[in-house]
């Protein structure tokens, strides 16, 4: 599992807890992906949102490479294909961020989206590609209208498939079966929410989802109004996510979990399945 507390990207081995830093890097590393001896990631090093770039480095920590090599852009969110000879990640060099593609070495690159596109994640066959995008003004409760989208990994048959203006839908992952997409959402929020006391800015709450990849069959996962659930990744040992900083496993229906930061000590954001 690839995990990070400190702004660098760790390795994280269940059961037994033991933690690898990946990265040695000024300023904030975050977003991995790993497939195989390979992790990709989100280099922040001049300040997020600030020249971020993709970078990939083996799960040991040696040859980082730059891949994006776009000094008046960011470049975020890296997905790798199944097979592990592409790479999707969203970039905002051409105005709104979009979805990209590149093969591993940062070769070939194409830009699939003509929509908003960020976070993107691909179907196990590699022949879909789910993403979030941002279509204007905010929710009910004053965070940004982002809705969960599908298309076809060469960029057609865009679809919408969570379409609410009342909710804030994001960062999906599919299942391992490719009949599920989970991902986070604030649409369980009651009119009446109120903020708990150590976050008194809070203005929603946030479970994880799961529906099927044509929007249907949603289902509530976490359903906890005390915590924040965000960033899930899947994968056959179920769901990981982040709850208030700690990293946490839950099954697709929600009748178990295992609070691995409480087991391990060890805490951190954007979690990711790595083999």
Not at 33 to 45: I, K, P, Q
Not at 201 to 210: A, E, F, L, Q, Y
């Amino acid at each position: 599992m690839l995990a990070g507390d400190d702004g660098e990207i760790h390795v994280l081995s269940l059961p037994q807890g033991a933690s690898t830093a990946v990265t040695s890097i000024d300023g904030d590393q975050f977003d991995p992906d790993g497939h195989g001896r390979l992790v990709v990631f989100r280099d922040s090093r001049n300040g997020v949102n600030v020249d971020d770039e993709i970078y990939v480095v083996r799960s040991h920590g040696t040859r980082v490479r730059n891949l994006t090599n776009a000094p008046h852009s960011n470049e975020w969110g890296p997905a790798w294909s199944p097979d592990g000879t592409r790479i999707a990640f969203n970039s905002d060099r051409e105005g709104i961020p979009q979805v990209y593609v590149m093969n591993a070495d940062g070769s070939g690159l194409r830009r699939l989206s003509d929509v908003w596109g960020e976070y993107p994640a691909w179907s196990p066959d590699g022949d879909r590609i789910a993403f979030e995008s941002y279509v204007g003004e905010t929710t009910e409760f004053g965070d940004p209208n982002y809705d969960v989208f599908v298309m076809n990994a060469d960029g057609s048959g865009v679809a919408n498939l969570t379409d609410d203006p009342d909710s804030d839908d994001g960062y999906p992952t599919w299942s391992p079966d490719g009949e599920w997409i989970a991902f986070d959402s604030n649409r369980a929020t009651p009119e009446d929410f109120e903020p708990p006391d150590y976050d008194q800015g809070r203005t929603s709450d946030s479970d994880i989802w799961v529906m099927r990849p044509d929007g249907s069959d949603l289902r509530n996962v976490t359903a906890s109004l005390e915590t924040l659930e965000q960033f899930p990744d899947w994968s056959q040992q179920g769901i990981v996510c982040t709850r208030e900083g700690a990293i946490v496993v839950v099954s697709s229906d929600g009748s178990t979990e295992l609070d691995v930061s409480e087991q391990t000590g060890i805490y951190g954001q954007f979690p990711a399945w790595v083999a």
